[in-house]
């Protein structure tokens, strides 16, 4: 047996022992695993099996073990997901400390910063938001005003954010802030935030979809530790743009999935809307339109995959966090516009009667997608950094 | 998968990419061209080709090929796509190989596939009668006769039909069109009684033909394939040979992307490089977009050939019609962004333009694999 089936083995009977039946159902949005101060368990088993996962580090498996990750290799990591797919487990945690603050971290944090937001990211204590964007620094990051002067033992802040998510029932925030204000990209730093601190104050706000996951988040002289500057006064802008890297790649990522398989599939619902002729969709012009949508899907997933390949054969493919973010997300809002296409009339429900549960989260999702192209820097963005790094088009 | 490609294959691609960029650049087609080429290529080339093994590629080392597969072929096929250059690849070591492999007898295989191989037999694959690629409509027929069979009818957008020595003849020995059943497959001398072939000038200087059958005697032992049940291997050939046309078309627009962005760089209005401006610089961003997603539907086509994976048909008409679509639109894109310039037989872009047009309509444009992958997908 090689060591990598004991691991198989042991990680299976682990698995068996340590993840509750309830994890192993899907999850509905109210039991989604964020983690935090001010976390609420409707199913208690959620916090059992964080618990027992990041016990192991298994809720980070790739990082390194002195920091409270799991330490798995690339393949012992690919054992486990293919463990925990196996019994269909939930995800332990689900965090955006997780995703994109950690790597960020693991790259340009001191030791000591490492030991302690790892650890509490890991054990899923503290949930964590991000401060970026600005009412007047939105595709144009680098122009943020947000101010953070140095008060001798201490920044003190003063600025708002928007579009932080779930800032209201978050702990923590990672912000970009201004240190020097003669110069635009090496002026920004990278600051860590407490929000219990005075004069952080965040306000949800409503979007069209009805929801409300992001907010602003104003910042009126709060005193930060001069310890929780991450990584070199005036460099936050490499940073931030790593981390972007990772924030573009996520949301490349859904792009597949969710949406029309809750309603059985496009090619379901339609057939159901517009007749089957034997296997096939009676309406032809409906049919070409499925079909096209589902190749742009193929072929957007084996680019996914190719990039995987090459990334592991040391083979990179550019600018692809951009080129993924722009696909992905031009294809899932294409992917909404389709499927309301096709369910007529039942995709027009708000709430209430008449509109079954998973039509009205398809109207919803419809409503969120918009925000996937706006989100972690627009298709415009994505499309102008392709023509500067990939394809070498020079500055106006 | 074969999302990246082997040392060999790098080495392949390698030695056709600097065959072609160096011994048959666009040039070439234009000198066959404005020459008015009676055979519409070039035989000094076609020599080359061979001794390199690039007309055995796909034919295994027992019948004198070099047995690189359907992923070296494809290779090759992108390669030669690059720089429009005109030969018999398509049709005599993609199509004829192919099928002569996926049906032929092993008396046929023998005397036909080292032949080949040698670049002494040329192929063409006489299958289309409509203005539209539909195997399941061939209406023309097959009689049995004394001692074999009577073909008649007509085909048309024959590639090479007019430089093949043995063409290779779709016909009904039963059923009608519309139905699978009753295809047969029939190789036929492109000397024999009966046979009138009449070439077409095409928009994209290359070779086609339409043929007449009149009456039309072939003997029993000229079946190729099942006699009635030749259906599914002509369509796991085709499909091979979709996917090398896609990865021929493939190259034509990695070149027009290449030869377009260089221009943005170079051009100047108003004082400035085109390039800067940011209305270029998306569409630019978007077409490289579009062929990055191309190599991916290609190269994982290609592994499913090689891989004889079951969704090898699926494969095919995902590559087939997903690269028509990139190929339309940036060669429409590129002789747009070249403006004027673009409009001129002086610059290579309307080449390409006018050879994607082409290279859509054969074995099926997007319309067709879109519906195909459809009816393969059950809905």
Known sequence: MTALDSFREETRAWLEENCPASMRTPMPEREMPWGGRQAKYPNPDTKVWMDNMASRGWTAPTWPAEYGGGGLSKEENKVLQQELGAIKARPALTSFGLWMLGPALLEFASEEQKKKYLGEIIRGEIRWCQGYSEPGAGSDLAGLQTKAEDKG??????????????????????????????????????????????????????????????????????????????????????????????????????????????????????????????????????????????????????????????????????????????????VNKRRFELLLDLMGTQALGWEGEGFDKRELAVTRSWLRSKGNSIEGGTSEVQLNVIAKRVLGLPDA | MAFVLTEEQTMLKDMAKDFFTEQVPVANLRKLRDAEDADGYDKAVWKQIVELGFAGILIPEEHGGTGFGPMGLGIVMKEAGRTLAASPLYSTAVLGAGLIMAAGSDEQKGALLPKIAAGETLTALALEETNHHNPLNTAMTAEKSDDGFTLTGDKKFVIDGHIANTLIVVARTGGAAGDAQGLSMFLVDAKADGVSITRNHMVDSRNAASIGFANVQ????????????????????????????????????????????????????????????????????????????????????????????????????????????????????????????GMTDAVDVGLFMKRARVQAQMLGDTNFHRARYADLGGY
């Not at chain 1, 928007?162 to 990278?190: E, M, N, P």
């Not at chain 1, 996951?213 to 910042?219: A, K, R, S, V, W």
């Not at chain 1, 809750?262 to 090619?267: A, L, T, Y």
């Open chain 1, 153 to 330: 033992d201490h920044y003190l802040v003063n600025g708002q954010k928007v579009w932080t998510s779930y800032a209201d029932q978050c702990d923590w925030i990672f912000c970009l802030v201004r240190t020097d204000t003669s110069v635009k990209h090496d002026g920004i730093s990278f600051l860590l935030i407490d929000m219990d601190d005075a004069g952080v104050e965040a306000r949800p706000i409503k979007l069209i979809s009805g929801a409300s996951p992001f907010c602003e988040t104003f910042l009126t002289d709060v005193k930060v530790p001069k310890e929780n500057l991450v990584g070199d006064l005036n460099k936050g802008w490499t940073i931030a743009k790593r981390l972007l890297e990772h924030e573009r790649s996520m949301i490349s990522g859904m792009g597949m999935g969710a949406g029309a398989a809750s309603m059985g599939g496009m090619e379901a619902v339609a057939k159901e809307n517009f007749g089957a002729d034997g296997e096939k969709i009676a309406d032809s012009s409906i049919r070409q339109a499925v079909a096209d949508h589902k190749m742009d899907q193929q072929a957007f997933g084996l680019t996914l995959k190719r990039a995987e390949a090459e990334a592991k054969a040391g083979q990179g493919m550019g600018a692809a966090a951009s080129m993924f973010k722009y696909y992905g997300t031009e």
């Open chain 2, 218 to 341: 072939v003997s029993a032992d000229a079946v190729l394939g099942s006699l009635g049940g030749a259906y599914a291997e002509l369509e796991s050939s085709l499909d091979l040979a979709r996917v090398c046309l896609a990865a021929e078309m493939l190259g034509g627009a990695e070149t027009v992307f290449d030869t377009t962005l260089e221009y943005l760089k170079e051009r100047k209005q108003f004082g400035v490089i085109i390039g800067t401006f940011q209305a270029l610089k998306h569409r630019a961003a978007e077409l490289f977009c579009e062929v990055e997603i191309c190599q991916s539907v290609l190269l994982d086509a290609l592994s499913a050939l090689e891989d004889r994976r079951n969704d090898t048909p699926r494969a095919a008409s995902l590559a087939k019609a997903r690269v028509g679509d990139a190929l339309r639109l940036i060669t429409n894109e590129g002789v747009q962004m070249h403006g004027g310039i």
